[in-house]
């Protein structure tokens, strides 16, 4: 059989001349394949690479939804647990403030009377302060000057057995 | 000569229980002490500062306010603090800015009655100070006696 040189493209011989004609003429044709063939190929490669195809865990329209209610109210629920334990945090650090403490600063000094004399004379009449354990000082259930005079006297208490 | 005698003697008892006594009694006088604060050329508008006598026999007998006008008024103070040698006293005012002193400001005058001799002495410690908006201010405390 004669070699072909390597930079030769052009056929040599009769049964290569007849190969590359035979070759070009399906191509130009197209090449078609079976269904049947194509679905046997498939067959064979799903089985390959997953031999256990009923483990499959193979959701449903129903099963989808009803995952994705079941993380919105899984979200829903985490999120009405932080929220309340924030609330509870708060609640619990404004009872830990002693009443008259306005500034929160841990001690009743003339400051505290002072500002919330401040407060009193810039808040309107028709919208007093919201009474709290702290600023209702007397527990009279409003907060007014004698609120503020209450918690300067405080502030001026000796302590007791002082001389 | 006789009957002089014993009058003599009872003057002479009278005269010794009194002078006796004379020397037994302290001696009590009266003092006012002013309280000035200051500030410098910041307004104050709040403080509150707290005095004990720290030697001599001082009773506290009677607090007024100080010269100006937001502090005229007697300041906040316990009446535990009447007969007693220490307070704490404290005032604010809510006035504007341009109403508020500066300097040195007379905040308060403390009358004491003072027992005995020793001349007496405090121990002054001005916890607040502090200008319109409450932010402190840096003020020093002064203490003048034998004023009134």
Known sequence: MEEMPLNDLEPKGEKLQQLHKDLSAATRAGITIPQELNDAILKRAQEAFDPNPSKQLRLGKPAAWIAVAASLTLIIWISDVIRSAITTSQQATTAAIMPGDIDRNGKVDILDAFKLARVLDNTAASSPPTTTHINDFNTDGTVDSLDVNAIAMQAVALPQGAS | ?148
């Open chain 2, 1 to 148: 000569m006789r009957k002089l005698s014993p009058i003599v003697i009872v003057a002479a008892l009278l005269v010794t229980a009194v002078c006796a006594q004379d020397d037994a009694a302290p001696t009590v006088r009266f003092d006012a002490v002013d309280v000035f604060v200051l500030t410098g050329d910041e307004p104050i508008a709040a403080y509150q500062l707290d005095i004990k006598a720290a030697k001599g026999i001082v009773t506290i007998v009677g607090i007024e306010g100080g010269d100006a006008d937001v502090f005229a008024a007697p300041p906040f103070y316990d009446p535990l603090a009447i007969q007693n040698d220490r307070v704490i006293i404290a005032y604010f005012s809510t006035a504007n800015v341009d109403a508020l002193p500066s300097g040195k400001v007379r905040i308060a005058t403390i009358h004491v009655q003072i027992t005995g001799d020793v001349v007496p002495e405090y121990d002054a410690k001005l916890t607040v100070a502090a200008t319109v908006d409450g932010k402190p201010i840096d003020a020093e405390l002064l203490l003048e006696t034998g004023t009134k």
